[in-house]
């Protein structure tokens, strides 16, 4: 996701630009990067059953004074975005698992209840947290799929003129190549799919250390626990209206099986226990983990005269229309600045690259439409995933997505003959496709974008396989955008 309560998509991004930190390396280009070799494969770790493991570990911490309250993992999806102002930059083909958590004691509570949680208000997806307490998240990963993890943001900061929404990261993701399971026993290569986990998120060394010999006592070894660490040194943890309120994001993107994606969407097979002590305990934090750092030796950049060669191509088969031709735009988000600063961070993840277009508007002509022209990362191994989504502007609504799957062999219109060409891409999108082959639709109903309303697109770019991380936004080859439109009409310019 992104963020919002912006006066507009396109100024933001470029104001976070500016501000973002990401460091960027010279390295030679390259060809692609080698193919991974198969993951060496681990026992399974002998676990009790999830809900085992919470209902025994919660009677413990009852037994031991902490006050237990439990709390639900639930997914937010493009229809929630109706009950909504806006949609935070959805990715619209990739539901977020939330924490749904009851208020803990003393605990203000600003937010009004809001989809994917009960409309009974008795839990929040945004919560403040005081510094010695945990949340521990118990159950299952997803079934397979292209890409999983798990991130905290700060959500909201009071300032001088009021709470303003920053949705900034507390770190890097726990992804699906780091998480320990008990198919990946502490972090290590095996099947990291439908396997128990624990992932803990406290601010406390302490308090951390007492939940892992609980939960081993409880059926949950310690090969299986993870700890998200809560910076407290950059955060405002506490139960006050100054204090900060926080969310965390489950993402979960392209299921091997849809059918078994939508039972784990629909129900969870985990719970979330907010874990209280009795009194206000000093704590002993954690240090600031080190983010993984990104790039390679491998750079996209050899496929750079490749690319203007179909850019050159696709102008080519529309001559006779008016073509505006722009290069998406990459903000340089990292959320601990972002704090630093009090800017917002669209709920940035560390593990992904952002490409972001201008907004434009689309007309109900055949002759107006986009065609999105870049590098296919996954093919050249750059990431483990990719897609290209079309957003309501105004609404930072993701509507529809196209996956890097179905970016494949695009280009081969263009430059049928070309060698390189399977590493490229070109993509139209129009209101009306009329069976045409690589070719999205832009609906126009509640889940669309009207005639009189500008969209932009986003391609993300998620998980270089070698790294472990996000790629490094110099090592990627950034798309373009052609619109094309009906030349020597006022009304009819393309509207970039």
């Known amino acids: 996701m992104l963020s919002y309560r912006l006066l507009g998509i396109t100024q933001a991004l470029l104001v976070l630009v500016v501000l973002g930190c990401t ?24 676990v009790a059953r999830w809900q085992e493991t919470a209902e025994r570990l919660a009677a413990a911490l009852t037994r031991g ?7 639900q993992v639930r997914f937010f999806r493009v229809e929630d975005c109706l009950a909504l102002p806006q949609c935070y930059g959805n990715n619209p083909n990739s539901p977020y698992g939330v924490y749904c958590l009851p208020p803990a004691p003393g605990e203000h509570v600003e937010l009004a209840a809001k989809p994917p949680c009960p409309a009974d208000g008795s839990l929040h997806w945004a919560w403040q947290l005081r510094e010695d307490e945990a949340l521990v998240f118990v159950g299952q990963t997803p079934p397979p799929t292209r890409y999983f993890g798990f991130r905290n943001y700060v959500f909201s900061r009071k300032g001088w003129l009021g709470r303003r929404e920053l949705f900034a990261s ?3 993701s726990l992804n699906l190549k780091v998480i320990s399971t008990t198919g990946t026993p502490n972090g290590a290569a095996g099947y990291p799919f439908d396997r128990e986990t ?30 998200d660490v809560i910076p407290r040194d ?6 006050t209206k100054e204090s900060d309120e926080f969310t965390m994001l489950m993402r979960v993107a392209q299921f091997a099986d849809a059918t078994a994606g939508e039972k784990y969407i629909r129900t969870p097979p985990a719970t979330v226990l907010r874990v209280t002590p009795p009194t206000l305990m000093p704590i002993e934090p954690f240090p600031l983990p080190p983010e993984r750092p990104r790039g390679t030796e491998t750079s996209e950049a050899w496929l750079k005269p490749a690319l203007d060669l179909l850019i050159d191509a696709v102008q080519a088969q529309y001559r006779g229309l008016e073509i505006k031709r722009r290069r998406m735009r990459t903000p340089l988000l990292s959320g601990l600045t972002c ?6 961070c669209f709920g ?35 990431a483990t995933f990719t897609n290209l989504a079309v957003y309501n502007s105004p609404r930072l609504m993701g509507i ?13 219109r263009y430059l049928p003959t070309h060698p390189q060409r399977r590493y490229l891409y070109a993509y139209k999108f129009a209101r009306h496709c009329q069976s045409e082959p690589y070719c999205s639709v832009v609906l126009t109903g509640l889940l669309g974008v009207p005639i009189d309303t500008k969209l932009n697109l986003i391609e993300r770019a998620y998980l270089e396989p070698v790294t472990n991380t996000g790629p490094l936004p110099s090592q990627i080859v950034t798309p373009q955008v052609l619109h094309m439109c009906p030349a020597f009409t006022f009304f009819g310019r393309c509207d970039l």
């Open 234 to 239: 950059l955060t405002r943890m506490g139960m």
């Open 198 to 227: 624990v992932v803990i998120s406290t601010a406390d060394r302490r308090l951390d250390a007492l939940l892992r010999q609980w939960l081993a006592s409880s059926g949950a070894p310690e090969a299986i626990v993870n700890t």
């Open 339 to 344: 704090l630093k600063r009090r800017t917002p």
């Open 65 to 71: 004074g902490y006050v237990v309250q439990a709390g």
């Open 170 to 172: 507390l770190g890097d």
């Open 400 to 412: 529809a997505a196209i996956t890097g799957d179905e970016l494949l062999n695009s280009a081969d």
């Open 23 to 46: 460091v960027q390396v010279h390295v030679p280009a390259r060809g692609p990067a080698e193919v991974e070799t198969a993951p060496v494969p681990h026992p399974a770790v002998p």
């Open 348 to 382: 940035d993840n560390s593990d992904a690259v952002y490409n972001v277009s201008l907004p434009t508007r689309l007309n109900d002509d055949p002759r107006d439409f986009l065609v999105v022209v870049g590098v296919q990362h996954e093919t050249t191994g750059k």
